[in-house]
Nanobody, 125 residues
Framework: QVQLVESGGGLVQAGGSLRLSCAAS????????MGWFRQASGKEREFVAT????????DYADSVKGRFTISRDNAKNTVYLQMNSLKPEDTAVYYC??????????????????WGQGTQVTVSS
């Protein structure tokens, strides 16, 4: 079965950095677009970043542009989210997701069929 396993979350001070990883198994990773989403306590899940199957196309939420970078290594079946200049408002559970619309870079939750369990990111002020 398909598994997406996130890692790299934790507690960091404002202005710090974290790198999230998501290891995929049970699917042909190179055929899938991959995305990162986050959900803060009491809020809806929101789009953070997405990358198409080749890694050549990416998109970001306005709130993270210039601070976060999504990348992927198809040889390792892994997608990454480098998060710099973190702010307290970045605090959330971060989820990676896989979309069968591989050649695109979708932003909508419903475009993704597979989800990981999430990793907590907490940014202290």
């Amino acid at each position: 079965q398909v598994q997406l396993v996130e890692s790299g979350g934790g507690l960091v001070q404002a202005g710090g950095s974290l790198r999230l990883s998501c290891a995929a198994s049970g699917l042909t990773f190179r055929n899938y677009a991959m995305g990162w989403f986050r959900q803060a306590s009491g809020k809806e899940r929101e789009f953070v970043a997405t990358i198409a199957w080749s890694g050549g196309s990416t998109d970001y939420a306005d709130s993270v542009k210039g601070r976060f970078t999504i990348s992927r290594d198809n040889a390792k079946n892994t997608v990454y989210l480098q998060m710099n200049s973190l702010k307290p408002e970045d605090t959330a559970v971060y989820y990676c997701a896989a979309s069968a619309y591989g050649s695109t870079w979708p932003q909508r939750v419903r475009s993704y069929g597979y989800w990981g369990q999430g990793t907590q990111v907490t940014v202290s002020s």
